[in-house]
């Protein structure tokens, strides 16, 4: 029995664990058990077991990506369905993502630089714009922003998506009951 992996990416701000709370949530109301899992909290599983670097350049966030990747697809491979929400916005990253995750669907939350700016939570770009952070992605360090996703939610071009996370994760049921025949909710 395989399950579902739903990689949401964006850039820090562009509402990933929020939606896939949401998303998470609405998948249990349906009668799936789904495993959230979140780059923020990974990372920091990662960073106090020693796995990664205090490093935050490209190849190792490459590094970092696949090892999320490899969880994802350990807890598929189970039956689970898997929703992450993590930046890991390379392109070697969608490649592996796409060759060994069965069931794999990709969302991409566009969200523009001055929209993140102003959403600004945990204080990434004020602290880049003050000399404190580097390797910041979408800034200094370079992303690659999917080109094949499943789905792109554009906040300019599709605002009226952006309303809620709770109309976001619908939208999003949708798209994978539609576009992904394994994935069906019994309610």
């Not at 896939?20 to 109301?29: G, M």
């Not at 929209?115 to 910041?136: H, M, P, S």
Request: hydrophobic share 40%; net charge neutral; charged share 25%.
């Amino acid at each position: 029995m395989t399950g579902q992996v739903i990689w949401i990416t964006g850039l820090s701000g562009a509402g990933k664990t929020t939606v896939a709370e949401q998303l998470t949530l609405r998948i249990r109301e349906g009668g799936l058990q789904p495993i959230r899992l979140d780059g923020d909290i990974l990372r920091n599983l990662f960073k106090n077991t020693e796995v990664i670097s205090e490093t935050y350049n490209r190849e190792a966030r490459i590094e970092l990506a696949l090892k999320y990747a490899h969880i994802c697809k350990i807890l598929s491979s189970q039956g689970f369905t898997v929703v992450i929400a993590t930046i890991s916005m390379f392109r070697e990253v969608y490649a592996w993502n796409r060759a060994n995750l069965p069931n794999y669907f990709e969302v991409y939350l566009k969200v523009p630089l001055d929209e993140l700016r102003l959403r600004d939570l945990k204080k990434i770009y004020q602290r880049y714009d003050a000399g404190e952070l580097n390797n910041v992605a979408g800034l200094d360090l370079h992303i690659d922003e999917p080109l094949e996703s499943h789905v792109t939610l554009d906040f300019k071009k599709q605002s009226f998506l952006w309303k809620s996370p709770e109309v976001i994760a619908e939208h999003l049921i949708s798209k994978l009951e539609n576009l992904c025949c394994s994935f069906k909710l019994q309610q």
